[in-house]
């Protein structure tokens, strides 16, 4: 057995020890030995592994394998560009605090600065984003073995903790098994199958509590961010009679605390002043909501009270007088009083706002990205996965679909990039053994293309990728450039049309394709089914503008008046 052999054989067993057990692998040369440890701990059933070629989808495969999972996921690459290309799925990890493993392969010392092929300086490639773990580099002589395995325990413990890790290991050929003498020591494991060392597990419940009077009439946001501590949160709201403001992907979270989630308060919210029925005393804003402008406008209206991570806690206006870590029914002796009126009020108003949503899709012609997003959550089966891909899709889906308890929602909200999107929805379909949807736009379908290239010998997952394609970047038609007055720049620097053939390209990938034409097709082509497909719909986004308008000014009307 050589070097490499070794390191590589010690390192994919200790991960297998430490219940790592999805691992995503572009293949390479620096990294064959770690291939070809991860291919038999594959074909012994220790792990899962899933081959992709392109790296920058590989890594958001493993972010989505980590998020649905509930495990951290590990992605393997070689040196050079490969590694770099893992950049983006690594910041979205970080910042929506999931734990990913990155292994990298990378020459050893002597080449570093000589000139050799695919040789950059990989040590801290991810910066502040990934805790970094550096293997020196094996040799053939004893007193090894404890170190390597010592340090995949470090770095699994950190990754369980919601912390991307980098580990960097470098590699001397022969890169592949030879036959050379026995090695010098024993590369055993812990007996039993134990990890070389374990660790405690991360708190569940912080110990920054809330401190201080909170009033009777509060308006809770719950957005992106620990799925325990929107539960917890919202069990308060529901003894309380707080109206709860709830993000996609936080709503069944809500929910399960059994708070009163409004349908259409981020649509309340984004038709101006409150009246004073609606006014909050104070705004609870637990994780991180970062969809909505109106629940934007709302801070610095009312004090701030924020329930998030220390000390990167959420409040980019700076309005923040409290934060703390966590927030449940043990606070409820901080709440002054109930006020019978308040949550009545918000109920009311969002009763009328759904009213006015439904009529005035039900008059507009099908499809609009609103209809679109309401029917598809309203058709998904219950206990079903859906992503939700950034930009408009996502918000579609925050203005206008009744929140489910039974359908779980995800989303890339760290960075909110439109990058990796359907490899994430893929990862996560491949983790959870439920029907898998994502709601995606063309231009996040195209970015992300790759993610449909999966070899014959590959799992495949179950999923239905739901394309919204109004060819080109809809969500800035809502934005300040998509005013009147911007016409003749809008269309080339910011609605980017593409005009791709998605069906075509669906062919080459062979992954099936249907249009969606009418509600009815949708809902067909919305039955669970085994495999990949993709159901396209193509809303006029010329239209978009207006109706947005059209749509808040109703309910500012009905609701807010």
Same mark, same amino acid.
């Given at each position: 057995?050589? %070097?490499?052999?070794?390191?590589?054989?010690?390192?994919?067993?200790?991960?297998?020890?430490?219940?790592?057990?999805? @691992?995503?692998?572009? %293949?390479? $040369?620096?990294?064959?030995?770690?291939?070809?440890?991860?291919?038999?701990?594959?074909?012994?059933?220790?792990?899962?592994?899933?081959?992709?070629? /392109? #790296?920058?989808?590989?890594?958001?495969?493993?972010? &989505?394998? $980590?998020?649905? &999972?509930?495990?951290?996921?590990?992605?393997?690459?070689?040196? !050079?560009?490969?590694?770099?290309?893992?950049?983006?799925? @690594?910041?979205?990890?970080?910042?929506?605090?999931? &734990?990913?493993?990155?292994?990298?392969?990378?020459? %050893?010392?002597?080449?570093?600065?000589?000139?050799?092929?695919?040789?950059?300086?990989?040590?801290?490639?991810?910066?502040?984003?990934?805790?970094?773990?550096?293997?020196?580099?094996?040799?053939?002589?004893?007193?090894?073995?404890?170190?390597?395995? !010592?340090?995949?325990?470090?770095?699994?413990?950190?990754?369980?903790? =919601?912390?991307?890790?980098?580990?960097?290991?470098?590699?001397?050929?022969?890169?592949?098994?030879?036959? #050379?003498?026995?090695?010098?020591?024993?590369?055993?494991?812990?007996? /039993?199958?134990?990890?070389?060392?374990?660790?405690?597990?991360?708190?569940?419940?912080?110990?920054?509590?809330?401190?201080?009077?909170?009033?009777?009439?509060?308006?809770?946001?719950?957005?992106?961010?620990?799925?325990?501590?929107?539960?917890?949160?919202?069990?308060?709201?529901?003894?309380?009679?707080?109206?709860?403001?709830?993000?996609?992907?936080?709503?069944?979270?809500?929910?399960?605390?059994?708070?009163?989630?409004?349908?259409?308060?981020?649509?309340?919210?984004?038709?101006?002043?409150?009246?004073?029925?609606?006014?909050?005393?104070?705004?609870?804003?637990?994780?991180?909501?970062?969809?909505?402008?109106?629940?934007?406008?709302?801070?610095?209206?009312?004090?701030?009270?924020?329930?998030?991570?220390?000390?990167?806690?959420?409040?980019?206006?700076?309005?923040?007088?409290? +934060?703390? =870590?966590?927030?449940?029914?043990?606070?409820? $002796?901080?709440?002054?009083?109930?006020?019978?009126?308040?949550? *009545?009020?918000?109920?009311?108003?969002?009763?009328?706002?759904?009213?006015?949503?439904?009529?005035?899709?039900?008059?507009?012609?099908?499809?609009? !990205?609103?209809?679109?997003?309401?029917?598809? +959550?309203?058709?998904?089966?219950?206990?079903?996965?859906?992503?939700?891909?950034?930009?408009?899709?996502?918000?579609?889906?925050?203005?206008?679909?009744?929140?489910?308890?039974?359908?779980?929602?995800?989303?890339?909200?760290?960075?909110?990039?439109?990058?990796?999107?359907? *490899?994430?929805?893929?990862?996560?379909?491949?983790?959870?053994?439920?029907?898998?949807?994502?709601?995606?736009?063309?231009?996040?379908?195209?970015?992300?293309?790759?993610?449909?290239?999966? !070899?014959?010998?590959?799992?495949?997952?179950?999923?239905?990728?739901?394309?919204?394609? /109004?060819?080109?970047?809809?969500?800035?038609?809502?934005?300040?450039?998509?005013?009147?007055?911007?016409?003749?720049?809008?269309?080339?620097?910011?609605?980017?049309?593409?005009?791709?053939?998605?069906?075509?390209?669906?062919?080459?990938?062979? +992954?099936?394709?249907?249009?969606?034409?009418?509600?009815?097709?949708?809902?067909?082509?919305?039955?669970?089914?085994?495999?990949?497909?993709?159901?396209?719909?193509?809303?006029?986004?010329?239209?978009?503008?207006?109706?947005?308008?059209?749509?808040?000014?109703?309910?500012?009307? $009905?609701?807010?008046?």
């Amino acid at each position: 057995m050589n %070097p490499s052999t070794a390191q590589a054989s010690v390192i994919v067993d200790e991960l297998v020890r430490n219940r790592i057990r999805c @691992v995503v692998l572009c %293949p390479g $040369s620096r990294n064959a030995p770690l291939a070809m440890a991860l291919h038999r701990a594959d074909e012994l059933g220790q792990l899962v592994l899933h081959v992709r070629t /392109d #790296e920058r989808s590989a890594g958001f495969l493993a972010l &989505g394998l $980590s998020a649905g &999972g509930g495990r951290p996921a590990a992605v393997v690459c070689t040196s !050079g560009t490969a590694a770099a290309n893992l950049h983006p799925a @690594v910041l979205e990890a970080y910042h929506s605090g999931v &734990g990913v493993l990155v292994l990298t392969a990378d020459r %050893p010392a002597e080449l570093h600065g000589s000139g050799a092929n695919q040789t950059i300086d990989q040590r801290g490639l991810f910066g502040p984003a990934a805790i970094a773990v550096d293997f020196p580099v094996a040799e053939r002589r004893g007193a090894q073995n404890a170190v390597w395995r !010592g340090l995949v325990c470090r770095a699994v413990a950190q990754a369980e903790h =919601g912390r991307p890790v980098h580990i960097n290991i470098p590699f001397r050929e022969p890169l592949v098994p030879t036959f #050379e003498p026995r090695w010098p020591e024993d590369l055993d494991g812990r007996p /039993d199958g134990r990890p070389w060392t374990t660790s405690a597990a991360p708190r569940s419940v912080p110990g920054s509590r809330v401190d201080f009077p909170l009033p009777a009439r509060i308006l809770m946001v719950v957005g992106s961010g620990r799925l325990d501590r929107a539960t917890a949160a919202a069990s308060l709201a529901a003894r309380a009679g707080w109206p709860v403001v709830a993000e996609p992907g936080r709503s069944a979270a809500a929910l399960a605390g059994g708070a009163p989630v409004l349908r259409c308060g981020a649509l309340l919210l984004s038709c101006g002043t409150l009246p004073d029925a609606l006014g909050p005393d104070a705004v609870v804003v637990v994780g991180r909501p970062t969809l909505s402008r109106g629940v934007r406008g709302l801070m610095g209206t009312a004090p701030v009270y924020g329930v998030g991570d220390h000390p990167q806690w959420t409040d980019p206006q700076y309005v923040a007088e409290h +934060v703390r =870590g966590w927030l449940d029914l043990d606070d409820l $002796s901080q709440v002054d009083g109930h006020d019978p009126d308040w949550l *009545s009020a918000w109920r009311q108003a969002d009763t009328t706002a759904a009213t006015i949503t439904d009529k005035l899709l039900a008059e507009e012609d099908w499809p609009t !990205g609103l209809q679109v997003a309401r029917d598809l +959550v309203d058709a998904l089966p219950p206990g079903a996965t859906l992503f939700l891909g950034s930009s408009n899709p996502i918000r579609d889906v925050d203005l206008a679909a009744d929140p489910r308890p039974d359908v779980t929602v995800h989303a890339n909200r760290g960075v909110a990039g439109i990058d990796g999107n359907l *490899s994430t929805a893929i990862g996560i379909a491949l983790a959870q053994d439920t029907p898998g949807y994502a709601l995606v736009g063309d231009l996040t379908f195209l970015h992300d293309l790759n993610a449909l290239a999966i !070899g014959p010998l590959e799992q495949r997952p179950n999923v239905t990728i739901v394309v919204l394609n /109004d060819d080109g970047g809809g969500i800035f038609a809502l934005l300040e450039q998509g005013a009147a007055e911007h016409t003749p720049s809008f269309e080339r620097v910011f609605g980017t049309p593409v005009s791709a053939d998605l069906s075509s390209l669906c062919a080459g990938y062979h +992954v099936p394709h249907v249009f969606a034409k009418t509600p009815d097709d949708l809902r067909a082509a919305l039955s669970p089914g085994p495999g990949l497909r993709v159901v396209e719909v193509r809303p006029d986004r010329t239209r978009l503008r207006d109706l947005h308008a059209r749509l808040r000014a109703a309910v500012t009307e $009905s609701a807010l008046r």
